[in-house]
T-cell receptor
């Protein structure tokens, strides 16, 4: 069965520091992978997605993610974090043969001024 | 213009009551979804409709009944509310019911349901 693991429940970084949020997936074929961000009291907003092709995907708000098949990972990165990036980040995989997304449990990002 | 909207934003009610949450999308999408996010932020699909036809029906109590009067609206009715129903419910839509989640889903702002 497909699954998504986000090993870090909380991450704290200083403003201006680089960021990497980890996501590991379990899926037998080529996965469809997504990163969403949920700001406090808000719905989920799509940051980026990977379907095929270039394994380094650029998204909105200066985020990027790299698909590594050998490591079953799709980690999210940002070179310099802004205070407004504080939010909950969710990784998701498209569940093959169905219409469903499988979401990870999220990583809460705190940004120190 | 709000792409996916939900009403109400907050809902506080007593155990045993019946309540509804409404969702509307103005994106022209064919497919809509309901998700439940629990207190640990775990997000799980409940239902999905494609052009008014039910295509995903996860294992949820039959006290939950989705209704899609047209493809721009998907409502969630909950009978006999229980304490465990307290959660944030998100509506989402996508252009098509893309297999393997190929179509991007756009989420509403959520409805926080509190059952006392």
């Amino acid at each position: 069965a497909q699954s998504v693991t986000q090993p870090d429940i909380h991450i704290t970084v200083s403003e201006g520091a680089s960021l990497e949020l980890r996501c590991n997936y379990s899926y037998g074929a080529t996965p469809y992978l997504f990163w969403y961000v949920q700001s406090p009291g808000q719905g989920l907003q799509l940051l980026l997605k990977y379907f095929s092709g270039d394994t380094l995907v650029q998204g909105i708000k200066g985020f990027e993610a790299e698909f590594k098949r050998s490591q079953s990972s799709f980690n999210l990165r940002k070179p310099s974090v802004h205070w407004s990036d504080a939010a909950e980040y969710f990784c998701a995989v498209g569940a093959g043969g169905t219409y469903k997304y499988i979401f990870g449990t999220g990583t809460r990002l705190k940004v120190l001024a | 213009d709000t792409a996916v909207s939900q009403t109400p934003k907050y809902l506080v009610t007593q155990m045993g009551n019946d309540k509804s949450i409404k969702c509307e999308q103005n994106l022209g999408h064919d497919t809509m979804y309901w998700y439940k996010q629990d207190s640990k932020k775990f997000l799980k699909i409940m239902f999905s409709y494609n052009n008014k036809e039910l295509i995903i029906n996860e294992t949820v109590p039959n006290r939950f009944s989705p209704k899609s009067p047209d493809k721009a609206h998907l409502n969630l009715h909950i009978n006999s509310l229980e304490l465990g129903d307290s959660a944030v419910y998100f509506c989402a839509s996508s252009k098509r019911p893309g297999l393997a989640g190929t179509d991007t889903q756009y989420f509403g702002p959520g409805t926080r349901l509190t059952v006392l």
